[in-house]
């Protein structure tokens, strides 16, 4: 899908992400991507930090961010930034669905 310019919604894999997320990897070049998260009432996304910075939208739902020490409740429409490096994670309160581009793409999503 690396450098495709149509991506059909009904023909993007799924994956498990585990924790109750299910991935689904879109369009996306070397310098950018777009992922969406299916997230599960109590799903988990671990803290971690990767080299890419990363802006999430959520589009539906209601999560717990934390984001380089500090937690905020955070619900569809709002958007969060998250430069590389830095620490961050969430708890799905209400199921719902997260938005995640990142540059550059994330090449551990894909198998190139």
Known sequence: MKNERWIFYKDAK???AGNGVIRKVLAYSDDLMCVENTFQKG???SLHSHPNTQITYVV???FEFEIDGVKKI???GDTMLKKDGVIHGCVC???GI???I??????DFVND
């Open 14 to 16: 799924e994956e498990n």
């Open 43 to 45: 799903a988990i996304g």
């Open 60 to 62: 539906s739902g209601k």
């Open 74 to 76: 955070v619900q569809k």
């Open 93 to 95: 309160l209400e199921d």
């Open 98 to 100: 997260l938005l995640d």
């Open 102 to 107: 990142f540059t550059p793409y994330r090449k």
